[in-house]
């Protein structure tokens, strides 16, 4: 599995646009990239996966360059209830037969 | 919105007990699995389990874990002999076919005194 590397925390305010960037310089060909949020004393949940290019649902944006060596995803207008750890995956998805490998994610912090 | 149900989400417990952790995946998954997460740690992978066997394990699943699914619907863990390191909310995940997101559960605390 691709190491990934993101940012331990962040910090930011109701109503603004959270951007978490996930590094992933070893990423192969068959790799997906994978989003999960947890929120304090919950399992993790799926939020977005993206293989290029962007993707969007109706929580989050994935914008994934042309080198897929990282990976950005925006969170548009937060509200307190976005206060959540973020989980990067990087691993040949569409294989959910597989273990997942949780790093220790971004711990976001959305303040009033 | 199907979902991942645990039972029960606080479970004490005195050093040496057996326990047993209760999950009911969604209806129609195929793929199951079990996590735990110590307090202030990772989320960390313990078991899967596709067509009534264990696909993988990780290096915490040693001979005092077991997983069963003793019906079509619960998919259990059991802990023979609970250590004071064991305490850690217990999650239950499943998928459906490869390809599909997991879904968790809401976990079961584990407390061992």
């Known amino acids: 599995l691709a190491k990934t590397t993101q940012p331990i925390s962040m910090d930011s305010y109701e109503g603004q646009e959270v951007n978490i960037t996930c590094s992933h310089n070893n990423i192969a060909t068959n790799d997906y990239i994978t989003w999960y949020q947890q929120f304090p004393s919950q399992g993790p949940r799926f939020i977005i996966q993206?293989?290029?290019t962007k993707v969007t649902n109706e929580v989050a944006s994935l914008f994934i360059p042309a080198d897929r060596k990282s990976s950005t995803l925006s969170l548009p207008r937060v509200s307190l209830s976005d206060t959540a750890v973020y989980y990067c995956l990087v691993g040949a998805s569409y294989s959910s037969a597989s273990k997942i490998i949780f790093g220790s994610g971004t711990r976001l912090s959305i303040r009033p | 919105e199907p979902e991942v149900t645990q039972t029960p989400s606080h479970q004490v417990t005195q050093m040496g007990q057996e326990v047993i952790l209760r999950c009911v995946p969604i209806s129609n998954h195929l793929y199951f699995y079990w996590y735990r997460q110590i307090l202030g740690q990772k989320v960390e992978f313990l078991v899967s389990f596709y067509n009534n066997e264990i696909s993988e394990k990780s290096e915490i699943f040693d001979d005092q874990f077991s997983v069963e699914r003793p019906d079509g619907s619960n998919f259990t863990l059991k802990i023979r002999s609970t250590k004071l390191e064991d305490s850690a909310m217990y999650f239950c995940?499943?998928?459906?076919?490869?390809?599909?997101?997991?879904?968790f559960g809401p976990g079961t605390r584990l407390t061992v005194l």
């Open positions: 993206g293989y290029k």
């Open positions: 995940a499943s998928s459906g076919e490869v390809g599909d997101e997991q879904f």
